[in-house]
């Protein structure tokens, strides 16, 4: 039945350390779609662009089945455009330039076809925006969604409403201390989720990813990337291989969504070895598949006998 | 035939957010003997202290079955006395006092009877006096050495001689990559292997440890504790686990060193429960090898099929 994604799509000027790129292809439904891709066919993609959107990342969807049925083309408008910079470690990017232009009055509009979707991914937007979503969709059996420190400074209450509606919050450690109001990402975790949400997902960088539920934790590795040359998208990226495999396994008992977890950290850390969604191109259900392996032996270990 | 360990014996004063203590017992050589005791019998501990030491703390060490003849007890002298504050999210410390006393001259002298021991740690001290432990033994099998920012900046060549001649050395993630002059910690490992060193730890406290060896990562999680009391002896109770376990299997196989990793993060889970050494007495086998097979619970995935 394919997976439902919703979220940004915008051109993107990077400036990292190493090299820039110019309107480079972005935004959260664009990382989430490609990634979900290499799992789920087709991805139904729901978003907003101006007519002044590149041809060739249209066609660029369309070459991943991408279906593009709900992505709104407004006439005359002109595409959302970010521009950020990354300092010295690649930790802490200051943005330079937000011009929302068309997105600045999206409104997800789900086509009637799509509104069965069982799979969901509610990319990094406007809480109000995604809860307007959910409104629409027919009981979607399992629902992930983004969300970033800007909307839980702006939006909290949308916000927690929200998340008694999906199955997984996927945030970083910081977004979870925010949210919380609590240091200890261990307690922060165990208060969101007293809010009402099945799963937590914590993204930390370098240092991995936890997922928490029900009195339960699992710790997945980071995959030792001795370069990482843009982080841009790799939150979305995450998203993307999570939901996608779960969505093409049809399968989410606890096990299979620890897997999804490692399917998420294996398609983030490939993003970011280039600019853009450039590293997510050309990758193989082999390739990707190998990689997971990685991260099993890199955490593999045995008791004695 | 046991463990050797050298270190610092001290009295700490220790200030956290929620409590403090008063000329605690502290020091490298006691956490980690204390640690490696619940593994390892006897353990050798070589230091110094006044003869103000506490007698309840000579009784503490006997009780753990921890050999005390390469204990020097200086008459007259004062012992090693340090005072330190945790900030609020007990990430950062400042230390307010320092008193080397004893410590100041301390020239470790290995007991004869101990000059074949066969696995060693060399607690976190001046690398000039570990390299005067090593030239004292007659070829060890294991040797793990601990150090800290203060030695990496002030004797970085003597430290660099030093790791040649060790197999494991024990860092945190800041120390490694001031160490390496790297921020990449993957390539900063990298870098810092390639000085002659067989196996490097790096502590990434909440985020669990690395081990890198040829060409190979292991990535141990972390155990999710809600309340961290005290982390003052973490690291040095992760060698102590690290090594005592490894000393009393006898087995230096990568896949041993790796549950050696686990055990040592085990133990260092606990210490920072309580305040000094508290929470690492009355622990038992059965509760260790029980948080043991927690970390193993909290990494464990498979792969589909």
């Known amino acids: 039945m394919g997976l439902l994604v919703v979220g940004s799509l915008g051109l993107d000027t990077v400036i990292t350390p190493f090299d820039r790129v110019e309107e480079a292809l972005g935004g959260s439904a664009t990382y989430i779609s490609i990634a979900a891709s290499y799992f789920s066919a087709p ?5 907003v662009v101006g007519d002044d959107f590149p041809k060739e990342y249209i066609d660029l969807f369309e070459k991943y089945n991408i279906d593009l049925k709900g992505l709104q083309i407004v ?16 930790n802490i990017r200051d ?3 937000t011009e929302l232009n068309v997105f600045e009055k999206f ?8 509104r069965k979707s069982r799979f969901v991914c509610l990319g990094n937007i406007d809480p ?7 409104d629409q969709l027919d009981s979607p059996q399992f629902v992930v969604c983004d969300t970033m420190n800007y909307w839980i400074e702006s939006k909290k209450p949308e916000l927690l409403e929200l998340i008694k509606r ?12 925010l949210l919380a109001q609590e240091p200890n990402l261990i307690k922060a975790a165990k208060k969101i989720r007293s809010w009402g949400l099945e799963y937590l997902i914590i993204k930390k960088g370098e240092h991995g990813a936890l997922l928490f539920s029900e009195d339960k934790v699992f710790s997945a ?6 370069m990482i040359f843009d982080p841009t998208g790799a939150g979305d990226t995450f998203a993307g291989g999570f939901i996608g495999y779960l969505e093409k396994t049809e399968d989410t008992s606890i096990e299979n969504i620890k897997r999804a977890v490692v399917y998420g950290s294996t398609m983030a850390s490939f993003s970011v070895e280039q600019f853009s969604t450039k590293a997510l191109e050309g990758l193989s259900s082999l390739r990707i598949h190998d990689r997971f392996l990685d991260f099993m032996e890199i955490s593999r270990f045995d008791d004695k006998e």
Chains 1, 2 share one sequence.
Not at 107 to 114: F, Q, Y
């Open 95 to 97: 943005t330079l330039l």
């Open 128 to 134: 109000i925006l995604q809860m307007r979503v959910l």
């Open 75 to 90: 006439e005359g408008g002109k595409t959302f455009r970010w521009t950020g910079k990354y300092q010295y470690d690649l």
């Open 107 to 114: 409104n997800p509009v789900i086509p009637e076809e799509l």
């Open 221 to 226: 590795p980071a995959y030792p990337l001795e």
């Open 43 to 47: 991805v139904y993609m729901v978003g």
């Open 166 to 177: 999906v199955n997984v919050l996927i945030i970083n450690d910081s977004e979870a201390r």
